[in-house]
């Protein structure tokens, strides 16, 4: 079975530019995450997802960052402007729904964002 | 206060040892935990549920005291392919994200 997976893996922008980052979730999950992970630190959530709809954005940054899932399959994170405290690794999960009684989130090998 | 809390380590021991690894979670409604494993530049895997009753898996066992909030790890006959940083996470809702900790580091020496 294919993982998640997610592109770029590495981005170096300037501070003030655009990045987006994309995601295609394992093949049937409602459910998809995008988390922040700061180097030294564990991963934070910035948006959940179920299907195409925001479950919890609470964290996220929305003055600067944006997501989307609109056919409820991938999704786009993306910042605009970037700011130097915005390097770190973007980490997509998905897990196959939140009411079941799984709760395993798969993990995509994360995309590393450098600001300069 | 963190909502996770652990030692980031690192602990270094050698081959063949036990090892230990302490959590402590701030929110009593949590419902689920989990210990994560995540290599160095890799993403984090899921490692174990923790369950009340404690549960093993092979070398490796984990326990929880939801009395004191407390979640632990333990590794016996660490192997050089343990190294990494362990992760201890909790889920408030069943249908929620996870909250991690910020890990510890696991070095075993051969």
């Known amino acids: 079975e294919a993982g998640v997976a997610q592109s770029p893996r590495y981005k170096i922008i300037e501070k003030r530019q655009s990045v987006a980052f994309w995601c295609n979730p394992i093949?049937?999950?409602?459910?998809l995450y995008w988390y922040q992970q700061i180097l030294g630190q564990g991963p934070k959530l910035l948006i959940q997802?179920?299907?195409?709809?925001?479950?919890?954005d609470s964290q996220l940054p929305k003055d600067r960052f944006s997501a989307e899932r609109l056919k409820g399959v991938d999704s786009t994170l993306k910042i605009q402007p970037a700011k130097l405290e915005d390097s770190a690794v973007y980490l997509c999960?998905?897990?196959?729904?939140?009411?079941?009684?799984?709760?395993?989130?798969?993990f995509g090998p994360g995309t590393r964002l450098t600001v300069l | 206060r963190k909502e996770v809390e652990q030692d980031p380590g690192p602990f270094n021991v050698p081959e063949g040892a036990t090892v230990a690894f302490n959590c402590t979670y701030s929110?009593?409604?949590?419902?689920?935990f989990f210990w994560y494993r995540q290599d160095c530049r890799k993403e984090p895997k899921l490692l174990m549920s923790v369950y009340s009753s404690g549960n093993e898996d092979g070398r490796f066992t984990a326990q929880l005291n939801r009395a004191s909030q407390y979640i632990s790890l333990l590794i016996r006959d660490s192997k050089l392919s343990d190294s990494a940083t362990y992760l201890c996470v909790v889920n408030v809702l069943r249908s929620r994200a996870l909250t991690f900790g910020s890990g510890t580091r696991l070095q075993v020496q051969p």
């Open positions: 999960a998905s897990s196959i729904d939140w009411g079941l009684s799984t709760d395993t989130q798969y």
């Open positions: 093949s049937g999950h409602a459910t």
């Open positions: 997802f179920q299907n195409n709809g925001v479950v919890d």
């Open positions: 929110n009593s409604a949590s419902q689920s």
